[in-house]
């Protein structure tokens, strides 16, 4: 069992965080005795109490099913109900049976609630009708007794070939052509990542209770309920009041939870304002992975300059991401994934243009990170790739790129504080020992093979089955919404002192396992001079607490949770000074008894100094930014190509630890489903339909296929939150995979440039022989700078 180690400083002052804490955390005896308390959801989930959506009852509730579309774009003409069937006992909802408009409330509003005759069909499994019944077995029987009628139209599939394009954004700084032209070495390179699918252990799940006065509740598994709030008052005509949003227990979300929630809320509430009771909408795990959105899949392009001695001159890069058929977050995303591109490194001349467009796949929406895992996979490969070229360590040469303190980056940013990318990169690879490790593998390497590369299979007779490899990457993360995103959402959270003295919180923010609830209580708590035990969360029901913004974004313990710091100190300050100045602690329950109830809204205001353009696209992208460096060690089978990560180093900085143990939580979990991203998970369509849409087939990393991991938590706090922090949860998605493919690159000197890295991908690198020169056809191109000036 490991302990947490005291915060010590660098050893070393880094330049770019001279204040950055580092700590080691392990088990959680040792958190709680430290002092941090347990997870407050956990004794519940353990033993069964917890009640998910599936678990609620509501007497009379019917049943509700979705009929979808099994073309992937199509023109509906109608929609058929067999007349021989009985449907005198079931409800039927079609787009005509919506109150108010046929939307799904959204950044650009183009999806459907649900298909109207003459509209058009464009993915598989889109919804066109809705069914329900009192059992399962009716709906069983009659969903396949609705035939829908429609004339099959051609299906686009290739982002490239779509003419249609959801988002675009252009993003540039200083001379690319001089940049080019100083450049000793120029390297081209394609990357391509595919669907990811975010298995959160609990299905979507959604139960509509209509109300007499003609409102809706929807109580559900959910990470953001004002967007649902949202999504009903448009489509059901409803008012602020009428619309109701409660979270039930949530089994996990990943960004799956984020907008499609909507979705199956309107259609539950739908069946339920026909049929006139409550109606429940629970995905099987089947319709889950068939029908939600999924990870943008994405094709990225890179050509950089660099000199010999390992300075980035130049950075030219293209993003396309496939949005699926309807728009959902998909601005938001390329927008992220964009700003996060060129990587956490100092570059004169960048140019980064990226472009989402539409095809006739199911739609793509949030998932952890949210598009940049996507860009900085393909990044940090073309870093590793250029150190190969120049024979230089892919630490030494992060190293001399790394961002400081004052840098800029692309959007004319000016990195002012909380620049932790050197000082996590350094933690990694001494914790990793790095440099020895690679130095071994390489030896190990020639001596296995000679020269180049032995095909598999051909192995000589006694060699090793298996080759060893280590890989490290570097990424960076934004803190928070994008450009004026957090200004615009206005969030408000609350801290009250009840009528019966008790203290709460009262925030729209959802505890979806990553400890929101646990954190909170402790945030509160210690300006109040209180335990986090005598500090309650507020149940997340719209009807009682404020609009807080989404629980996305790396924000909530940040944004949110600064709020409720400002909230809580503004209490405190009311209750005693209305009590001659004696501590809260020991007045607030006669205040309450004496006053009433106290409570403090607070509002979002915005961080000082910062400044973003968003039509240009020029400034402040994240008020702060997290800093992550992972080190991977693999063994690859040299027979069947089989790849098992050994050892993970994960070195984040997340600004202020507020409890070590779920921030190693989230650094542990985030990792191993960035490990899933680079070598199994992987989505094949066939005609725009998902194939493999079971848990059969759709593989994950288990606990056996969990490496040994070591967490490291730097500690680079942000000025602009009261506490410090700066979020974890997307941070360690960033930076695995690209470790993991460099590994297997250290291991058996091909490289693999698309995710995930199958068997039968590095296999067919290993027969091409792609490595040894790093010409890979037109996925690189290496040109020296001399030859292209016409030097003999």
């Avoid at 330049?15 to 040792?30: F, Q, W, Y």
């Avoid at 719209?542 to 996305?552: E, F, I, K, M």
Wanted: glycine letters at 10%; a negative charge; hydrophobic letters at 40%.
């Amino acid at each position: 069992m490991t302990t947490r180690a005291m915060p010590r400083p660098a050893a070393q002052p880094v330049r770019s965080a001279p204040d950055a804490l580092v700590l080691e955390v392990g088990s959680t005896t040792a958190g709680r005795a430290a002092g941090y308390p347990l997870r407050r959801e956990g004794p519940a989930k353990l033993t069964g109490a917890a009640r998910y959506t599936d678990d609620l009852v509501f007497p009379g509730a019917w049943y509700g099913a979705t009929i979808r579309s099994t073309e992937p774009r199509a023109r509906l003409l109608r929609i058929e109900l067999d007349p021989d069937a009985d449907w005198s006992g079931v409800v039927v909802v079609t787009a005509a049976d919506i109150p108010g408009e046929n939307l799904i409330s959204a950044i650009k509003e183009d999806q459907p609630v649900l298909v109207p005759i003459g509209g058009e069909i464009r993915h598989h499994a889109e919804p066109v009708a809705l069914l329900a019944a009192a059992d399962r077995e009716t709906i069983r029987h009659l969903r396949s007794r609705i035939r829908l009628v429609t004339e099959p139209l051609t299906p686009v599939f290739d982002p490239e070939a779509s003419d249609h394009v959801f988002a675009a954004y252009d993003i540039s700084k200083g001379d690319l052509d001089a940049g080019f032209s100083a450049a000793d070495v120029i390297l081209e390179g394609e990357y391509r990542v595919g669907h990811q699918e975010q298995l959160y252990i609990e299905n979507n799940a959604m139960i509509a209770v209509p109300a007499e006065d003609g409102g809706m509740t929807v109580h559900g598994s959910l990470q953001c309920p004002y967007y649902v709030h949202r999504a009903m008052k448009k489509a059901l005509g409803l008012t602020g009041d009428q619309a109701r949003v409660i979270q039930a227990e949530t089994g996990g979300g990943f960004g799956g939870k984020e907008e499609y929630p909507s979705i199956i809320a309107l259609h539950a509430a739908l069946l339920a304002r026909k049929a006139g009771r409550p109606v429940r909408m629970i995905y099987d795990r089947h319709e889950d992975l068939a029908a939600t959105t999924k990870r943008h899949p994405a094709i990225v392009r890179h050509r950089t300059g660099i000199t010999a001695d390992g300075t980035l001159v130049a950075q030219d890069i293209e993003v396309i991401m496939d949005g699926g058929a309807y728009c959902t977050l998909t601005p938001v995303v390329l927008s992220r994934g964009a700003l996060h591109a060129a990587g956490p490194y100092r570059c004169p001349n960048v140019r980064i243009r990226a472009r989402a467009t539409r095809t006739n796949t199911p739609p793509n929406g949030a998932f952890r990170g949210f598009g940049a895992p996507q860009t900085e996979f393909a990044m940090e490969t073309q870093v590793n790739r250029l150190a190969d070229r120049l024979g230089m360590s892919p630490a030494e040469i992060r190293r001399r790129n790394a961002y400081e303190l004052n840098d800029l980056t692309p959007t004319g940013q000016v990195l002012r504080e909380s620049v932790a990318a050197q000082e996590v990169l350094r933690l990694a690879v001494e914790a990793s020992d790095f440099e020895r490790v690679r130095q071994a593998t390489a030896a190990s390497a020639s001596a296995r093979s000679g020269s180049g590369i032995l095909p598999p299979g051909r192995r000589r007779s006694g060699a090793a089955s298996a080759a060893s490899g280590i890989g490290m990457a570097l990424a960076w993360h934004g803190a928070g919404f994008t450009g004026s995103g957090e200004v615009h959402l206005g969030s408000v959270a609350s801290v009250e002192v009840t009528g019966d003295g008790r203290v709460r919180v009262l925030i729209g923010s959802t505890e979806m396992g990553q400890g929101t609830s646990t954190i909170f209580p402790m945030m509160v708590s210690g300006q109040l001079g209180l335990s986090a035990d005598a500090v309650e969360m507020a149940p997340v029901d719209t009807a009682l607490v404020p609009d807080s913004g989404p629980t996305v974004a790396s924000r909530t313990a940040m944004v949110v949770g600064g709020l409720c710091i400002e909230a809580a100190r503004r209490l405190r300050a009311e209750v005693e000074a209305r009590n001659g100045g004696r501590p809260f602690a020991e007045v607030y329950r006669a205040d309450a008894a004496a006053h009433g109830p106290t409570r403090i809204d607070q509002r979002f205001e915005p961080y000082p100094g910062i400044s973003f353009d968003d039509e240009a696209y020029r400034g402040d992208a994240y008020p702060v930014f997290g800093w992550a460096a992972c080190v991977a060690a693999v063994d690859v089978d040299l027979d069947t190509a089989e790849v098992s990560v050994r050892d993970v180093v994960a070195v984040d900085d997340v600004g202020r630890v507020v409890h070590p143990i779920l921030c190693e939580g989230q650094v542990e979990g985030g990792t191993l489903q960035a490990i899933g991203y680079a070598t199994i998970e992987e989505i094949k369509l066939d005609n725009g339909r998902y194939l493999n849409d079971r848990l059969a087939t759709y593989l994950i990393p288990t606990a056996t296929d969990a490496p040994n991991m070591r967490t490291i938590l730097v500690e680079a706090p942000f000025s602009g939150a009261p506490h410090g922090a700066k979020g974890v949860g997307e941070l360690p998605m960033d930076v695995a995979a690209p470790a993991v493919i460099a590994a297997i690159h250290d291991a058996v000197g091909v490289w693999v440039t698309e995710l995930p890295a199958t068997p039968e991908r590095i296999l067919a690198a290993m027969d091409a022989g792609v490595g040894a020169g790093d010409t890979s056809g037109t996925d690189a191109a290496v040109t020296s700078g001399d030859a292209r000036r016409g030097a003999p």
